[in-house]
Structure formats: structure tokens, C-alpha cells
């Protein structure tokens, strides 16, 4: 399969995984390898990347010499909020920039601030960042995002930790066709079936968190998204037979039956 490619660098994965909630460290070391993923989404304001040289760090558990970090905005409600955590986390990785933009509209839904997001995404793209942004599932926004200069459109398939899976693949649709950049749904998996209908509308990856770290058994979760991923990918580009509504055919030849 033709790898994922985003702001000009191939990844052979099309899952890409964050780094919170898990139980410590040891355990987030071991599901981001079960997953197979490349690319891993770490909070600024909530996860130790060297703030304090005290305590562990994400760093020594999933070295930045194997993964390619996604720093992101996780917690902010302002774009002048996202910009100044994004401007600390290049200095912070050493100049790093692919980064994923997140601006939140309330505390309750995590539903995105989609004004705020377009005016810190014009800001961080003019600084020299290369932007990957969560948006809702408007076609609309995804349109104007790309047009700013963002590398990758992530839109939610339903609220962020819900867990309810994609409840617009309409929408969805709608991105996919006319977005040239990657679309990578972002929020709201919550099983392995759910990555594989991501990636059979022709979604170009799937990022997740809960759906791994909230499983009974993360290890094993991680292990189930990554096969989830890799066959939705496959039936995608196998190109699925018509739906055939009230008409059924079989599925073997009719010609020479006995007694025909």
C-alpha cells in the first residue's frame, strides 16, 4: 500500500496514537508498540517531555529517535493560548515543527472553537509550523483550514473520549472528496469497527486515545486498531461491490447446475 504522507514525509502507518491516560509510562511504551503507530500526539500542558527533570519523562519511554512527536493543543479554549503552548513546544523538542492545533470551545463537549482555530492556524502557518488541525465535521471549515495552509484536516467522528464512533460519515464523505490534503478522523473511535468504516469512506488515517488507553486491556486494544486500520485501508482501495437494495445474487455460478 502507498504510504501516508504528510508535509512532505512518508509514514508506512496509518494509525496514529496519543499518549495520555494510560496507567504510567511502561504501559503507553507498550501500547504504541502493539499499534504499530509512527506518529504520537503528546499534550504540552498535561504530560512531562523534560518541564520537570524530576519526574519520569515521555521521552525516555517513547524515545523522539523512533516516533515523530505531535505536540498539541490539548486544553486550550483561545487561539492565543494554542499559539503560545505550540511556540513552547518547538522550543522545548528543538525546533520542531509539526504540531496538531486543537481550540476548544467549552469544557463540557470538547467540542471545537472553529473560529478561533482558523485564526490560530492563519498565525502558527505564517510562523513556520506545519499544521495539522482538529475541526468539527464541516465540510465548509475543512475547506477553509486546508486553503490557510493546514497539512492534514482532522475532523471528529463524535465528541472527543465519547466513544460513540462515527455519527456523520455524510460529512465525512463531503471532506474526503474534496480536501487534497490528508483527512485523518480525530475523536470519538471507540472500537476497532469504527477505524475500519474511517478508513473504508476513504479516510486517509485514524488518531485515537481513549479507544486504546480506556480498553480493559490496552496492549491488546492497540494490537485489534492496528489490523482495524490496516484492513479498512485494504477494502478502500479493493473498492467494495454495489449495494444492491431488494435484489439478491448468488454468490455462486448458475450456469450447469444439475437439472438446469
Partial sequence: MNPLVIAGKSYNSRLLVGTGKYQDFEQTRQAIEASGAEIVTVAIRRTNIGQDPKQPSLLDAVPPSKYTYLPNTAGCYTADDAIRTLRLAREMLDGHDLVKLEVLGDP?????????????????????????????????????????????????????????????????????????????????????????????????????????????????????????????????????????VYQASPSSPAGGMIGS
Avoid at 497539512?151 to 473520549?161: D, E, K, R, T, Y
Avoid at 486515545?209 to 480498553?215: E, L, Q, R, S, Y
Wanted: aromatic share 4%; proline share 5%.
Fill in 108 to 244: 463540557d463537549t470538547l467540542y471545537p472553537n472553529v473560529s478561533e482555530t482558523l485564526k490560530a492556524a492563519e498565525v502558527l502557518v505564517k510562523d513556520g509550523f506545519k499544521v495539522m488541525v482538529y475541526t468539527s465535521d464541516d465540510p465548509i471549515m475543512a475547506k477553509q483550514l486546508e486553503e490557510t495552509g493546514c497539512v492534514a484536516i482532522m475532523p471528529l467522528a463524535s465528541l472527543i473520549g465519547s466513544g460513540m464512533g462515527i455519527l456523520n460519515p455524510w460529512n465525512l464523505q463531503i471532506i474526503i472528496d474534496r480536501i487534497q490534503v490528508p483527512v485523518i478522523v480525530d475523536a470519538g473511535v471507540g472500537t476497532a469497527s469504527d477505524a475500519t468504516i474511517a478508513m473504508e469512506l476513504g479516510c486517509d488515517a485514524v488518531l485515537m486515545n481513549t479507544a486504546i488507553a480506556g480498553a480493559q486491556n490496552p496492549v491488546l486494544m492497540a494490537s485489534a486498531m492496528k489490523k482495524a486500520v490496516e484492513a479498512g485501508r485494504e477494502a478502500f482501495l479493493a473498492g467494495r461491490m454495489p449495494k444492491k
